[in-house]
């Protein structure tokens, strides 16, 4: 078994106009590759969901998060993307 590295950024990202605190982690799975996202509402409430990687961009699954998270994910995309390519 070799060695993995952990994968953990976070990222300001402007959604419903303010920055808001994306936290990034890289899940261990043997099949897929996931991260986990988390980020605050304005109440303190943490949202949490998963980015998966399809065939070119990283999607957000299940779409069970609101509509100012979904309007962002070609910017979560580009998060990851950018912080990988330090990898």
Excluded: Y
């Amino acid at each position: 078994m070799g060695f993995v590295k952990l994968i953990q950024f976070t990222r300001l990202v402007k959604a419903e106009g303010r920055l808001r605190e994306f936290n990034f982690r890289k899940v261990k799975t043997p099949d897929e590759e996931v991260f986990s996202v988390n980020v605050c509402t304005e109440r303190g409430d943490r949202i949490v969901f998963t980015m998966q990687k399809n065939e070119k961009d990283w999607r957000i699954t299940p779409n069970h998060v609101p509509q100012w998270i979904l309007k962002n994910e070609n910017s979560l995309n580009e998060a990851i993307d950018d912080e990988l390519k330090n990898w």
